[in-house]
T-cell receptor, first 109, second 112 residues
């Protein structure tokens, strides 16, 4: 059974204070690893897809990286509007998408 | 380009009743998946439909069912509602041959 574990559960940063979120996974035949952002009461918003170890993707202040066992979401100089829950998910060879519990990020001004 | 549309956004039902939720995928997307999100369990996979056929099913009781129509719109039905069914129900659609799933805003179901 696929498993996704995210850490920390919650992270509080000051504006401009860079940090990283972790996503550890075990999956049967990785077809892709995804990062989503979710604001309260809304559906997850797609951020990145990573397909193979060594791959990196960037978008504004966010950078996602992938190894064979984990992925990191690096947040550089965050702003208060980056506050959200960040979800990691893996798609397996059977086309099943398994999510982690998420990291709740708060960025204080 | 319109995103995934879920209706209704909010529902309040009584224990024992049944409920039907609707999802219209992004135009051209034939894969529709449903998820249940609760504070304690996170996002749990319910089922996936592709071209009107259920392709995958999660570990939920038979009270949870779904279907997909020829226009790719999907419905999810929960019968004999229980208090524990209170959750945000999310629908996601994918383009055939692609891996990225795009989510709707969800339907917040409260069972009282």
């Amino acid at each position: 059974e696929d498993q996704v574990t995210q850490s920390p559960e919650a992270l509080r940063l000051q504006e401009g204070e860079s940090s990283s979120l972790n996503c550890s996974y075990t999956v049967s035949g990785l077809r892709g690893l995804f990062w989503y952002r979710q604001d309260p009461g809304k559906g997850p918003e797609f951020l990145f897809t990573l397909y193979s170890a060594g791959e990196e993707k960037e978008k504004e202040r966010l950078k996602a990286t992938l190894t064979k066992k984990e992925s990191f979401l690096h947040i550089t100089a965050p702003k208060p509007e980056d506050s959200a829950t960040y979800l990691c998910a893996v798609l397996d060879s059977g086309s099943r998408l398994t999510f982690g519990e998420g990291t709740q990020l708060t960025v204080n001004p | 380009k319109a995103g995934v549309t879920q209706t209704p956004r909010y529902l309040i039902k009584t224990r024992g009743q049944q409920v039907t939720l609707s999802c219209s995928p992004i135009s051209g997307h034939r894969s529709v998946s449903w998820y249940q999100q609760t504070p304690g369990q996170g996002l749990q996979f319910l089922f996936e439909y592709f071209s009107e056929t259920q392709r995958n099913k999660g570990n939920f009781p038979g009270r949870f069912s779904g279907r997909q129509f020829s226009n790719s719109r999907s419905e999810m039905n929960v019968s004999t509602l229980e208090l524990g069914d209170s959750a945000l129900y999310l629908c996601a659609s994918r383009l055939a041959g692609h891996t990225e799933a795009f989510f709707g805003q969800g339907t917040r179901l409260t069972v009282v």
